[in-house]
T-cell receptor, first 114, second 108 residues
Framework: GAVVSQHPSWVICKSGTSVKIECRSL??????MFWYRQFPKQSLMLMAT?????????EQGVEKDKFLINHASLTLSTLTVTSAHPEDSSFYIC??????????FGPGTRLTVL | GIQVEQSPPDLILQEGANSTLRCNFS?????LQWFHQNPWGQLINLFY???GTKQNGRLSATTVATERYSLLYISSSQTTDSGVYFC??????????FGSGTKLNVKP
């Protein structure tokens, strides 16, 4: 149990376009979902925390208008990278947390902006 | 935020050897998890261990919350154990803080 899916697993886009990444908890309801970014050979950096039906809480230094997060239901959160640029290229990982607090991670999305 | 330090940063083992990975954290935490990140980037949950000791096969973990550290033991290591091991702690408001990881390379 406790499976989290993420789609797409990789995406290549042109500079200036927007990209949407979906994160779904498949077999549990996630009271909280998290979005992380990971650069090569580095640790995970928390971008934002979202609870179903409320606005996401962004970490310091993360642009809210750049990285739009929607947590529409207890099983789905989306991250939209708006007007993507090459510096937004990264590995984006979501996690979902059921009521008892343990985090379960999706497989990640590798974004390349040309 | 909470500072999380992992040691050692890199570890090379011969297959069959045992090892201990350490995670120190700077403040009291609500929860602690250990993860293994495989070469494709997937984070695999190993332990959810805010305190005490747990075992799962060749792996075990101990968290001493009062002294702010956790240990991950790997016994009889296998090449498939290679990858990066992360410790993450939960502070206030459900925020998780990750350590910088231990990169393990198990050689045949």
């Amino acid at each position: 149990g406790a499976v989290v899916s993420q789609h797409p697993s990789w995406v290549i886009c042109k500079s200036g376009t927007s990209v949407k990444i979906e994160c779904r908890s498949l077999d549990f309801q996630a009271t909280t979902m998290f979005w992380y970014r990971q650069f090569p050979k580095q640790s995970l950096m928390l971008m934002a925390t979202s609870n179903e039906g409320s606005k996401a809480t962004y970490e310091q230094g993360v642009e809210k208008d750049k990285f739009l997060i929607n947590h529409a239901s207890l099983t789905l959160s989306t991250l939209t990278v708006t007007s993507a640029h090459p510096e937004d290229s990264s590995f984006y990982i979501c996690s979902a947390s059921p009521v008892w607090g343990e985090q379960f991670f999706g497989p990640g999305t590798r974004l390349t902006v040309l | 935020g909470i500072q999380v330090e992992q040691s050692p940063p890199d570890l090379i083992l011969q297959e069959g050897a045992n090892s201990t990975l350490r995670c120190n954290f700077s403040d009291s935490v609500n929860n602690l998890q250990w993860f293994h990140q495989n070469p494709w980037g997937q984070l695999i949950n190993l332990f959810y261990i805010p305190s005490g000791t747990k075992q799962n096969g060749r792996l075990s973990a101990t968290t001493v919350a009062t002294e702010r550290y956790s240990l991950l033991y790997i016994s009889s290591s296998q090449t498939t154990d290679s990858g990066v091991y992360f410790c993450a702690v939960e502070g206030d408001f459900n925020k998780f803080y990750f350590g910088s990881g231990t990169k393990l390379n198990v050689k045949p």
